[in-house]
């Protein structure tokens, strides 16, 4: 077992994209928009885009980790 994983470090919960619009309390088109702007990153897993919890997380702190 990779010990980062073990760790918890990589161990993120993935949102799908209306999970990650309902946290951030925008709408889905404002997702693609954070996106285009590099402040959220997508992840692509056998085709379905996700996105980590952590990430989203972030902005609502207003950037700050």
């Given at each position: 077992m990779n010990q980062e994983i073990g760790h918890g470090i990589h161990n993120d919960r993935l949102l799908r994209k209306?999970?990650?619009?309902?946290?951030?309390?925008?709408?889905?088109?404002?997702?693609d928009r954070l996106v285009n702007a590099g402040q959220l990153t997508r992840v692509k897993i056998l085709g379905a885009i996700r996105f980590r919890y952590s990430q989203v997380q972030i902005?609502?702190?207003?950037g700050q980790s």
């Open positions: 209306k999970e990650a619009a309902a946290m951030l309390a925008c709408s889905l088109r404002h997702v902005l609502m702190n207003g």
